[in-house]
Structures are given as structure tokens and as C-alpha cells.
């Protein structure tokens, strides 16, 4: 069950939905009454396929980081260590994910993930291209998760990214596989 009030810093937010939950956390849409947010509760389940080490600072760092490569990207507004919770900007619009599902995608947004890819492998760095972690407000492309890592070929658009942006075997698997939870 999704809490109803989560603080940050001592500023309490409502939370009006489970946004999605990744490798690292929780991601809730959560508002003050006057904005909308997204409300990032970090988790300490296990991931067979990931070795965290400190989530809430790695999530600073890599925030930190994707911000002086130039990576569209939600602002992170507040950070609150001790309940590791994360308070950023809500970008509304459809995930990458959402919009391959139902037929929408554009070649507008492959080069726009292309274009980062042009910032961040000079810079020595992946980001996770997983298209739920991306999102379109007004034709413009945002990566909405802050994860990054140092760069390997195995990891890079081309080699793995791509294979979840149209409808691939490896994204209809994994619409199979995840059926349930949308």
C-alpha cells in the first residue's frame, strides 16, 4: 500500500501515485498543495542483476554529474539523506515505453537520445536507456532517471538501449514478462 504523506527534509507531500519503481527506489508523484513532484523513496531490495553501493549518494553524484555533461533532466530540488528520499521536478508526458506500446514513437526522439549520446560517451559515461526512464513533454526528450555509469561498449545505445525503442523481441518479452504490473 502507498504511504499517503512523505516528508522531505521536514516538508510533508501528499502522495497521489506510484509513479513506477526501479532498481533503486520508488518514484511517486507527490504534491504540496501548490506543485507537483516526483517524491524518489530509495529501497534496499535485492537486485540480481545491479551492485549498489550508498544509493542516496550515488543518486547525487550521478545527478551532479549528468547536470555538467548537459542531459535533459528533471531539477533535483532537495535531498533528504537521513529517510533517503529525493524531491525533483515532475515532467509530465508519456514514457518512451508508453509511447512504443501504443504505436507513437518518432525518429524525433531517436535522435534526441542520440544527441545525448553525443554528450556522454566523450564524457565517458552511460546512462540506464531503459525507455521507462525517458519521458516527452512537447516533442522534447527527457531522461527522468539519474542513474549513470562509467562507460562500456556492452552498455552503450547501440548495443543494448535500441533494442527496447520499437517493438524488438527483447521489448515484446519484456511486456510478456511484465504484463501483470501495468
Excluded at 521536514?10 to 501548490?34: E, P, T
Aim: aromatic share 14%; charged share 30%; proline share 3%.
Amino acid at each position: 500500500m502507498e504511504p499517503r504523506i512523505l516528508s522531505v527534509n521536514g516538508r510533508d507531500l501528499s502522495v497521489i501515485k506510484l509513479l513506477g519503481k526501479g532498481k533503486g527506489g520508488y518514484s511517486y508523484l507527490a504534491s504540496d498543495g501548490q506543485k507537483s513532484y516526483v517524491l524518489k523513496q530509495i529501497h534496499h531490495e535485492p537486485c540480481e542483476y545491479y551492485q549498489f553501493g550508498d544509493k542516496i549518494q550515488a543518486e547525487l553524484s550521478d545527478y551532479k554529474r549528468l547536470r555538467a555533461i548537459g542531459i535533459s533532466m528533471p531539477e533535483m530540488y532537495d535531498a533528504d539523506i537521513e529517510n533517503e528520499r529525493i524531491l525533483k521536478e515532475y515532467i509530465e508526458g508519456e514514457t518512451v515505453f508508453e509511447l512504443v506500446l501504443n504505436d507513437r514513437m518518432k525518429d524525433a526522439y531517436l535522435e534526441q537520445v542520440k544527441n545525448m549520446c553525443a554528450l556522454l560517451y566523450p564524457a565517458g559515461t552511460n546512462i540506464d536507456y531503459f525507455p521507462t526512464n525517458f519521458v516527452v513533454r512537447d516533442e522534447k526528450l527527457y531522461y527522468i532517471d539519474f542513474e549513470c555509469n562509467n562507460y562500456m561498449d556492452e552498455w552503450n545505445f547501440e548495443n543494448w538501449g535500441v533494442k527496447y525503442w520499437s517493438k524488438t523481441p527483447e521489448f515484446l518479452e519484456y511486456v510478456k514478462e511484465h504484463e501483470q504490473e501495468r
